[in-house]
């Protein structure tokens, strides 16, 4: 994997991060007393920060995405297109998993780890710059296509989910495809996921239920966004179907 490639995936999103957080810190700390509706806040500081990486880690992969092959365009198409439909699907067991937080609040969360599949079992298969973020956010384009209940804020939802997982892989230099890193990179999605919510239906949940979901997100997202992909991942390379793409060729 060129040098280039990586340094500008994790240059990239670590800039912007840090570039978000100390905007932030400016107007909120700084300049506090001359702009008294910006107040300095840990959660709004994280989210932001997050927001930062994902997106640093987006525009840092753009490049590498001109030298693949037109049968890995394709694969993470088709990926983007069945897993798109599948999110959409998988609306209905997060309807179902309601009832969970009437046990405790975020165990619902639990099931949410699916919509992050895309984005690890992509990278697991391709193996290169920007197939993390490409993947996610094409499925997550095909889920509001289709009819999305959640309109555009999917887009975003891909979007950031996808440049988490895709810091992850970016940080082992895009070499370790291993279990722990594909959990990882699931992970990783799982925080995204929950800044995105954040924003748009969860501001006015109490910092410990966010705590909570976001506990029960980060292991769903390393269960059914890490282990279920490389699971699938594997069971395609045994039937033969992935013989064109690194997974197969690095082995």
């Known amino acids: 994997m060129p040098e280039r490639d990586v340094g500008r995936v994790v240059g990239y999103a670590l800039g912007t991060g840090l570039f978000a957080l100390l905007v932030y810190y400016v107007a909120a700390v700084v300049r506090g007393p001359e702009v008294e509706y910006i107040s300095w806040n840990p959660v709004h500081a994280a989210v932001l920060t997050v927001l930062g990486l ?88 095909a889920e509001f296509l289709a009819g999305g209940e959640w309109g555009l804020t999917l887009l975003l939802s891909g979007l950031v989910q996808g440049g988490m997982a895709e810091l992850v892989f970016a940080l082992t230099g895009y070499r370790r495809f291993d279990l722990p890193t594909l959990m990882a990179a699931g992970a990783a999605a799982g925080v995204g996921s929950l800044v995105v919510d954040y924003l748009f239906w969860y501001s ?48």
């Open 54 to 141: 994902a997106a640093g880690a987006a525009w840092g992969s753009r490049r590498a995405l001109e030298g693949w092959r037109t049968v890995e365009v394709v694969l993470v198409a088709n990926l983007a297109l069945v897993f798109g439909l599948l999110f959409l699907g998988w609306a209905v067991v997060w309807d179902l998993a309601k009832p969970l937080n009437a046990i405790l609040p975020g165990l619902r969360d639990a099931v949410y780890g699916f919509w992050f599949i895309a984005a690890v079992l992509g990278a697991y298969i391709v193996r290169k710059p920007g197939a993390a973020i490409a993947t996610e956010t094409l499925a997550a384009a």
């Open 204 to 251: 006015d949940k109490a910092p410990w239920v966010l705590g909570l979901m976001l506990v029960f997100r980060i292991l769903s997202g390393a269960i059914l966004g890490g282990w279920l992909a490389k699971v699938i991942g594997d069971a395609l390379h045994r039937a033969g179907a992935l013989g064109a793409f690194a997974i197969a060729q690095e082995e």
